[in-house]
């Protein structure tokens, strides 16, 4: 089982940066397909971005090109670094990791953007 921590996130007025940080325990961070995902208030978690074991990503199409993910195994952290945040880039962003049938999800960590 693997613990994921989220963190980072926090207010930003629009047109700023963010990076959110996944720290996750054990060893086997490395084996894993990482991944970000976000959830507004009466809306269903969508994915954001994942990035494989071997480092190709993927993204959804309303934030390519502004948030790319990235990891480093070393640290056991997965990142997501966000730019040109928008009002509607607000919601809880989660971390999820998945292995086979394994699926583990962080809390999660709230990105508001406003002016």
């Known amino acids: 089982q693997v613990q994921l921590v989220e963190s980072g996130g926090g207010l930003v007025q629009p047109g700023g940066s963010l990076r959110l940080s996944c720290s996750a325990s054990g060893n086997m961070f490395r084996f894993y397909t990482m991944a970000w995902y976000r959830q507004s208030p009466g809306i269903q978690r969508d994915l954001v971005a994942a990035?494989?074991?071997?480092?190709?990503?993927n993204y959804v199409d309303s934030v390519k090109g502004r948030f790319p993910i990235s990891r480093d195994n070393a640290k056991n952290t997965l990142y997501l670094q966000m730019h040109s945040l928008t009002p509607e880039d607000t919601a809880v962003y989660y971390c999820n990791a998945r292995l086979g049938l394994n699926n583990y999800w962080g809390k999660g960590t709230l990105v508001t953007v406003s002016s």
């Open positions: 990035i494989t074991t071997s480092s190709t990503t």
